[in-house]
């Protein structure tokens, strides 16, 4: 039982997600510490002051309280556009020194017999 345990917790799969689940976790707090510390102050504070309001939370309009809302989807854009360039910086460097080759197949030239028989299709179709 406890080589079947053993065998369970170090196949790949699960190291890999175990790791994942751990540097998203950090990540989510990078993330977070840069939407508070600076997109926040650079940005939002200027907009906050223009709607009177210190705390993004206390947004609202007719009793319907949107500024926590509005603050998620701030975060989500600020993680998808920071995730985005992330894994174009991995995979840049994942191909850092591969010569990459675009090997196009070359589709075979037509023959005499096919171009004439497109022309013949063309004409006759005006």
Known sequence: MLKELKAFLLRGNVVDLAVAVVIGAA?????????????TPLILKPALKAARVQNIAQLSWNGVAYGSFLSAVINFLVVGTVLFFVVKAAEKAQNFGKKEEAVEEEAPAPTQEELLAEIRDLLANK
Do not use: H, L
């Open 27 to 39: 990540f989510g707090a990078i993330v977070t510490s840069f939407v508070n510390d600076i997109i």
